[in-house]
């Protein structure tokens, strides 16, 4: 049954998309990520810097608000898995995502591929995206100074 004022044989209109996009790039120069916040706006997780995707809407937090989830698309392949031994001896399984290019990793989810498959955040690596094609993102040597001599 057709909605009602829509008709099935009217072609719908192109509805640009009310929020803007950010385009990602791996080093390499391989496009990756497309998101509707920046990279440097998204939450850093303290374990390893990563920056924090949130796939699903949180739960209700105090006075009901909920933090929606970020819209966006990964191009990337599979990768190993890594189990990390946290600081309280607890262990944390990673499931890698790998740029499909150069194999480079980009970041990990908590839940098996693929990518946005139930988990509730996905993690990029710091450094290992770049806003302009063929450029290394200015975090890519993770903090370290190229001392002059
Ligand atoms: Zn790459």
Redesign the pocket.
Known sequence: MPYPGKSPHRPQPHVEPKFPLYTYY???G?FVLVCNTLLEQLAQRPMDHSRVLRCLDSSPGEGGQRIPAHIYKISASQGPIQVIQRDDNSFERQYMFL?T??Q?PIGYEHTAPPLKSGGKFTFILPGALSRQQGLAPPDVLLGEKIQAT
């Open positions: 791996c080093i390499c391989e740029c290019r150069c480079l």
